[in-house]
């Protein structure tokens, strides 16, 4: 089957009020690698707000983190005329489960996940006008940085809020979490929640869980959450563990990194406790043409911080946008 016809119409976009699904946007299922149904939502700006879209961002989630919870910022970039592709990663959102126990945050190898984002961007092609920015936060921004290093040659630049490039461990060596895995994995235990620990998500509360400091913001996820349980991931298991650490070491290589020409913008959190900012600071100098902005005070979740903090990203992402798509005769079309 051709890539760019294997997918349908019709995949709800769930909302809740103060946080429903912007206006011009339709969701959609693909078929990812192995059959996997997955999801995907497209949206197109106003023609009050441009003549004509500047682009496409292409937006790709981190870990347990749905469609849904996207809103707001598909919105800002909306109201900068740019269409916007987001997607579920196979495992999370509304996008095909590995694992009976749709709580369990599971993966199996880092190929599958480029193969679908391979399979999201051939499905949508031409339906997304370019020039094409990825927009990746934590996992998502790996993936889309490896996509990237494999040779995808679509993109005119590329933003990664907080990439999962090295996973902070606590108080537990890398060397010790490594063997944990692969002895697990080996064991035939890679289904199993890490530690088994389930982190039920329902169980969360903002002074213990949060990743942001923006309480109101945090609420609202939380409403969503409740109002779609079927959206919710809980902790991550062996595999996912051992695909997440897999995923940041192939994308450190410092030849890979070389390789990515285009224009890349790491935005990283000053407050992580997910990710090694110190690592994410020496892959942007290593970069082709990389550039890194930490953000002090923020939390792992940029793009769902305070407005003053959320606001240094969305700088970031004008100064890509206006690099790869300069407004000249993109003007408003005055309303009737």
């Known amino acids: ?35 996997l149904r997955l999801r995907a939502a497209f949206w197109t700006p106003s023609t009050l707000v441009a003549a004509r879209p500047r682009g496409t961002v292409i937006l790709s989630p981190g870990r347990t983190e749905p469609i849904e919870k ?16 987001a997607h579920d990663w196979r495992g999370q959102g509304l996008s095909a489960r590995l ?5 369990k945050g599971h993966a199996r190898a880092v190929e599958e996940f480029l193969d679908d984002y391979s399979r999201l961007l051939d499905a949508f092609e031409t339906r997304a006008p370019k020039p094409w920015i ?3 936060h934590s996992m998502g921004g790996t993936l889309n940085l490896l996509s990237l290093e494999a040779g995808e040659s679509r993109f005119a630049g590329a933003i990664l809020s907080s990439p999962m490039l090295r996973i902070k461990t606590g108080k537990r060596s890398m060397w010790s979490v490594k063997l944990a895995v692969r002895w697990n994995v080996r064991h035939g235990k890679a289904g ?15 002074e213990k869980d949060a990743l942001t400091s923006d309480e109101g913001r945090y609420e609202m996820w939380r ?5 779609c349980p079927h959206l919710a991931v809980g902790g991550p298991t062996w595999g996912w563990l051992a695909f997440g650490i897999d995923a940041g070491e192939r994308s450190l290589k410092p030849k890979a990194l070389k390789s990515v020409t285009i224009p890349c913008t790491i935005v990283q959190s000053g407050e992580d406790d997910r990710v090694w900012k110190q690592t994410n600071r020496w892959a942007a100098k290593r970069l082709g043409r990389g550039r890194y902005v930490e953000v002090a005070g923020a939390r792992h979740e940029i793009i769902m911080e305070t407005d003053d903090l959320r606001a240094v ?22 309303a009737d």
């Open 223 to 227: 409403q969503q959450l409740y109002a």
């Open 134 to 136: 990825a927009v990746g």
């Open 313 to 334: 990203f969305l700088h970031e992402f004008d100064a890509m946008a206006d690099y790869v798509s300069p407004v000249n005769d993109l003007a408003p079309v005055p």
């Open 99 to 103: 694992l009976p126990d749709r709580l």
């Open 1 to 35: 089957m051709n890539r760019a016809a294997a997918f349908a119409a019709n995949a709800p976009l769930m909302g809740v009020p103060g946080a429903a699904a912007p206006p011009g946007g339709t969701g959609d299922w693909f078929r990812g690698a192995g059959g």
């Open 192 to 206: 199993d929640f890490v530690l088994d620990d389930p982190d039920d998500p329902f169980d969360h509360t903002f």
């Open 70 to 85: 996207y809103f707001e910022v598909i919105g800002n970039f909306l109201a900068r005329g740019w269409c916007v592709l």
